[in-house]
Structure formats: C-alpha cells, structure tokens
C-alpha cells in the first residue's frame, strides 16, 4: 500500500499543484489538506490528519507573508494537530514558505530553545559590501548532501539541482548552540554548492546570504525538514524526486523512531525587549497607511488568538536616519520615504498622544538585525544630499489598551519578532 502524504495550503500557497504532482510522481497517495480542517472534530476521514504518513507544507506566500513569512500560520491551530504527528515521528517536509512555517513553529528545537533559528531576508552584496538588490530573488542552484540518516538524505545523490524562488531564506540565529547547530552536519541536510560540489557562503553559490551556506535544516531525528529551493517545482522527473523518493524509502523501512522531541512555545524566555532610544540629531519621520492595513489586520487576528484577548494593532514604519546637514524636505520630496497616495506622516514620530492621559503607551518596535532595503535606502539618499547617511527601518505595532498580561503572551510567543532576526524596542 502506498504511504500516504497530505499536501497542506494555507490561504496565499501557490505550489498545490506541483506539490500534489510530485507526491503522486513519487508514490505517495496524495491528498490536499486545507488550513482550517478540524483533525479532531471528524475521525477517520478525509481530514483526519493521523491517518497520514507524511506531511508536506508547500510554497507561496501565506497570509501574503504578513507580520513575516511563516508566523502567522505556524500559530494556527493545525500546527496543533501536525506536533502531535511529529512526535510519533511522522515525516513533515516544508519547503520555501512551508519552512519558514516550520523554522516558526518549534518543530526543529535547539536544546530547550524551541525557536532557534530564523529565516530572515535575503542578502545580496558584492565583494565590496555593496547591496546589489534586496527581496525575492529565483535561479537553479546546487546543493550538496551533508547527512545520510534523514527523511530527505536516504535515497539522493551527493549533489542535486533545483530552483529557488524566495524572498526570506538566510537561515540565520544568534543562539550560539544554534549556531553550532548550522555549522555542524547534525541538524544539516544540504548546503549550497557549486556544480562540483565546492560549498560556499559568496554569492550568487549561496544566493541569499545563509549562515554557513545552510539550504535546508532538519530535527536531531531527521524526520522533520525545513528547505527553502523547491524540489517539487518541475514538470517531470528531476533532481527535486530524490528528496521525495527518500522520504517514501525512509516511510516503508520504518526509520522513523517512536518518540522525537520538538520545541514547546510555552517554554519560550520572553525575547529582550530594550526601550526605543533614537541617536541624537537623528531625523524621525514615521508614517502609517491611510489605505486599509490588511497585514495590520490579519496580525491582530493572530494576537488575539495567541492571548485570548481582542487586540487591535495600529501599524507604522518608522525611519531613523542619520548624517549630516539632513534636509528633510528634500528627503520626503525624493518620494523614497512617503507615497503621498497611500501613506501619511505621524506628526510626532514615535509617539502619539494616548484617547486617555491615564493609559499608558503600549508601543513596540521590530528592527531587523540585518536589513538590505535600509542600506538601500542609506546609498540613495547619500547620493541625494551629497553626505554619507545611514538609516534604521522599524516597524511598530500599537497595542492600544490591550492588558498587559495578554501584551506578555503576544511577546512571548514571538509573534511581532523573531529574536534571531529582529530586535525589540519599547516606546
């Protein structure tokens, strides 16, 4: 009898087709699995999830990747039913957007960290350091094989060839056992390679800056497996096959051990969280949507969830830049910060005056560690006013009056920042 394999899509995945193509070409009885199918309500049927072998979070862009790829539908409530699963050591495979999901969900834990790494966005910079484009980036590339003993190792070659299509891949994390983790080949998979097999972190080998050339993370056991090239995007017979043919010889040989450990979000420290203290003389200019916030919205129905408490977010951008002799109209009149016909400045940058002079302010930032799109926009602008100016992008989310006790479940569960990726600030 065939294993069977559920092809999992949340709203915004794009992949179904050539994900249930590819399950069907390899052997699997492939099934689509929506998002909002109850596991529990219907036993024995067609969206009861034990009865899979194996799972399969495809790619797109779910929830059209708002607050950051993968957190939000790593926090709906299937990911309670798809852990139960992996700790019987059922084989998930998530690739793209699915690993970002996966890479946000706990399911592959570094010692008690449940959420160790992160996919942050790309990087793309010449020898020099200088940014050569920012955001989704897709071409075929190599990967090499580093651990035999997995779900997604057992049945391929040494090097294969795919595509990759993403705009959020760096593995990154700044959890030092983590780190060892990406060095090492325990937690490993592949690396990118050239077409001798040669690893390396430059680019375009390695075409979004990941940690130690990392392509795809598994668990301690192998059989969870986060990869961001696509192994299921081609027509026909390819490379991509041999990550599903062995996860079907790894399925029917019973590998898979009875118990695997993943992460436990109620387990999670609270992420640091340091008060917003501009450099001096630098300029604020922040700016809110005046058109609907969609991601905004679909944030706040993410929160409440996670706290059980109806939160509201106001959403913002906020600039700090710095350099000399700044100009501020001629910086807001270049268009590169403000489009006049959806956006609108805050007159108090930072800060706003709360409904009611008692409450107080429940204002937080996220600030990338690392940020292309504002070394960008620190390159255009000094070549606008002649003087070296360097810019900081923080996205602010207002929790209004929400209490304080649902505020601590919203950080703790990392919805508004991964730490291995972002900071995050207090007005």
């Given at each position: 009898?065939?294993?069977?394999?559920?092809?999992?899509?949340?709203?915004?995945?794009?992949?179904?087709?050539?994900?249930?193509?590819?399950?069907?070409?390899?052997?699997?009885?492939?099934?689509?699995?929506?998002?909002?199918?109850?596991?529990?309500?219907?036993?024995?049927?067609?969206?009861?999830?034990?009865?899979?072998?194996?799972?399969?979070?495809?790619?797109?862009?779910?929830?059209?990747?708002r607050g950051?790829?993968?957190?939000?539908?790593?926090?709906?409530?299937?990911?309670?039913?798809?852990?139960?699963?992996?700790?019987?050591?059922?084989?998930?495979?998530?690739?793209?957007?699915?690993?970002?999901m996966?890479?946000?969900?706990?399911?592959?834990?570094?010692?008690?960290?449940?959420?160790?790494?992160?996919?942050?966005e790309?990087?793309?910079?010449?020898?020099?350091?200088?940014?050569?484009?920012?955001?989704?980036?897709?071409?075929?590339v190599?990967l090499k094989?580093?651990?035999l003993?997995?779900?997604?190792?057992?049945?391929?070659?040494?090097?294969?060839?795919?595509?990759?299509?993403?705009?959020?891949?760096?593995?990154?994390?700044?959890?030092?056992?983590?780190?060892?983790?990406?060095?090492?080949?325990?937690?490993?998979?592949?690396?990118?390679?050239?077409?001798?097999?040669?690893?390396?972190?430059?680019?375009?080998?390695?075409?979004?800056?990941?940690?130690?050339?990392?392509?795809?993370?598994?668990?301690d056991?192998?059989?969870?497996?986060?990869?961001?090239?696509?192994?299921?995007?081609?027509?026909?017979?390819?490379?991509?096959?041999?990550?599903?043919?062995?996860?079907?010889?790894?399925?029917?040989a019973?590998?898979?051990?009875?118990?695997?450990?993943?992460?436990?979000?109620?387990?999670?420290?609270?992420?640091?969280?340091?008060?917003?203290?501009?450099?001096?003389?630098?300029?604020?200019?922040?700016?809110?949507?005046?058109?609907?916030?969609?991601?905004?919205?679909?944030?706040?129905?993410?929160?409440?969830?996670?706290?059980?408490e109806?939160?509201?977010?106001?959403?913002?951008?906020?600039?700090?830049?710095?350099?000399?002799?700044?100009?501020?109209?001629?910086?807001?009149?270049?268009?590169?910060?403000?489009?006049?016909?959806?956006?609108?400045?805050?007159?108090?940058?930072?800060?706003?005056?709360?409904?009611?002079?008692?409450?107080?302010?429940?204002?937080?930032?996220?600030?990338?560690?690392?940020?292309?799109?504002?070394?960008?926009?620190?390159?255009?602008?000094?070549?606008?006013?002649?003087?070296?100016?360097?810019v900081?992008?923080?996205?602010?989310w207002?929790?209004?009056?929400?209490?304080?006790?649902?505020?601590?479940?919203?950080?703790?569960?990392?919805?508004?920042?991964n730490?291995?990726?972002?900071?995050?600030?207090?007005?």
């Open positions: 009898m065939k294993p069977k394999l559920a092809v999992i899509t949340f709203p915004g995945n794009n992949c179904e087709t050539e994900s249930i193509r590819a399950g069907k070409r390899n052997g699997f009885d492939t099934e689509l699995v929506l998002w909002n199918e109850k596991a529990r309500s219907v036993p024995n049927s067609s969206r009861d999830l034990s009865k899979f072998d194996a799972y399969f979070l495809i790619g797109g862009f779910s929830f059209e990747d950051r790829s993968g957190a939000i539908p790593a926090r709906e409530p299937i990911f309670d039913e798809l852990r139960k699963e992996a700790k019987k050591g059922k084989v998930i495979l998530g690739v793209c957007n699915g690993a970002q996966i890479v946000e969900s706990g399911l592959i834990p570094v010692g008690d960290n449940p959420v160790p790494f992160a996919l942050a790309n990087i793309r910079r010449n020898p020099s350091g200088h940014v050569m484009g920012t955001g989704y980036y897709n071409v075929w190599h094989k580093e651990r003993d997995t779900a997604f190792t057992c049945a391929a070659k040494d090097l294969l060839q795919v595509p990759i299509a993403h705009g959020e891949g760096r593995f990154t994390s700044i959890d030092t056992k983590a780190l060892k983790a990406l060095a090492g080949n325990k937690n490993v998979a592949y690396r990118y390679a050239d077409a001798e097999g040669n690893v390396s972190t430059d680019f375009p080998i390695t075409p979004n800056g990941a940690k130690y050339a990392v392509a795809m993370l598994v668990n056991e192998g059989t969870i497996g986060a990869i961001m090239p696509h192994p299921e995007r081609f027509y026909d017979h390819f490379d991509g096959d041999q990550i599903f043919a062995s996860m079907k010889k790894w399925i029917e019973k590998h898979s051990p009875s118990s695997v450990k993943i992460g436990e979000f109620h387990k999670s420290e609270l992420p640091e969280i340091k008060p917003f203290v501009p450099e001096e003389k630098a300029l604020l200019l922040e700016k809110k949507l005046i058109i609907t916030d969609n991601e905004s919205f679909s944030v706040s129905q993410a929160a409440s969830d996670v706290s059980g109806k939160i509201n977010f106001e959403k913002s951008i906020l600039f700090e830049i710095t350099g000399k002799a700044l100009d501020k109209k001629k910086i807001l009149e270049s268009g590169l910060i403000l489009n006049e016909n959806k956006e609108v400045l805050i007159p108090k940058p930072g800060f706003k005056e709360p409904q009611n002079p008692g409450l107080s302010q429940n204002k937080y930032a996220v600030l990338p560690l690392e940020d292309d799109t504002a070394s960008a926009l620190g390159e255009k602008l000094s070549a606008l006013l002649k003087t070296e100016v360097s900081k992008i923080y996205k602010c207002d929790f209004g009056n929400t209490s304080e006790s649902a505020i601590q479940k919203v950080l703790q569960n990392r919805l508004l920042a730490p291995n990726s972002a900071k995050l600030y207090k007005f």
